[in-house]
């Protein structure tokens, strides 16, 4: 079972980060997470937080799904729930991409482009400007049906456009639980938020060439 599921999901891993390399140098955000528990009305929930030097960025996952990262993306995975994962990927870019007629096309191809392969009848169900706003910056989203391992999916693509760096958010899953788990995985995106380094840690690495120099 496992391995259907990477089957799956794994050509448009390969392809995101394929189109990261090839947008230059890797994204400044490192996905590997570190995991927060806590208590909250007597249920327990998970924070995450990883890099993005010098921030720190910190989103808080649907209760009960796990996670797992490397320095290239965040997978989030709902619980009991086959064939769904959501996850979170960063595209180094010039600047601030605008979201004219011209680049909506291109990440249409680009998404119906990244589907599993061997999918049949893909269709774009449907777009939407603006789904999430983070710290002020636009998005965009579609979501597709496709066939495939005799199976009805559905799959929603976010883009975000910050300045020097896209955020792209996928959620997949079978189309019977699509909505609701979707649902699910787009609030956890509403938590992101960028944290700055404190004051006495960004004069320490401002300090650190210094001292090393000094030494020498």
């Avoid at 937080?49 to 990262?69: A, E, M």
């Avoid at 009848?121 to 710290?135: F, H, K, L, R």
């Avoid at 636009?138 to 979501?143: D, G, M, N, R």
């Amino acid at each position: 079972m496992r391995a259907s599921i990477q089957r799956i999901l794994g050509k448009s891993i390969v392809v995101f980060a394929v189109l990261a390399t090839a947008a230059g140098a890797r994204a400044g955000i490192d996905f590997t997470p570190t995991v927060n528990r806590y208590m909250s009305e007597g249920a327990e929930y998970s924070s995450v937080s990883f890099k993005d030097d010098p921030r720190g960025v910190s989103i808080t996952l649907p209760r009960l799904w796990t996670c797992r990262g490397d320095a290239s993306r965040l997978q989030l995975t709902p619980p009991e729930q086959n064939f769904a994962e959501g996850v979170i990927q960063a595209v180094p870019t010039k600047g601030l991409l605008r979201f004219d007629e011209a680049t909506v096309k291109a990440f249409e191809q680009q998404v119906l482009g990244t589907l599993p392969v061997g999918s049949q009848g893909a269709t774009v169900v449907s777009q939407q400007e603006n789904p999430v706003i983070i710290d002020g910056n636009l998005s965009y989203e579609f979501v597709v049906a496709y066939q495939t391992l005799g199976k009805s999916f559905q799959r929603s693509v976010i883009f975000v456009n910050c300045p020097g760096q896209q955020l792209i958010f996928r959620f997949s899953a079978p189309k019977a639980g699509f909505d609701n788990l979707s649902r699910s995985f787009r609030q956890s995106l509403y938590s992101w938020q960028w944290i700055e380094p404190s004051k006495s840690t960004a004069v320490a690495q401002s300090n650190q060439p210094q001292a090393t120099a000094a030494r020498q």
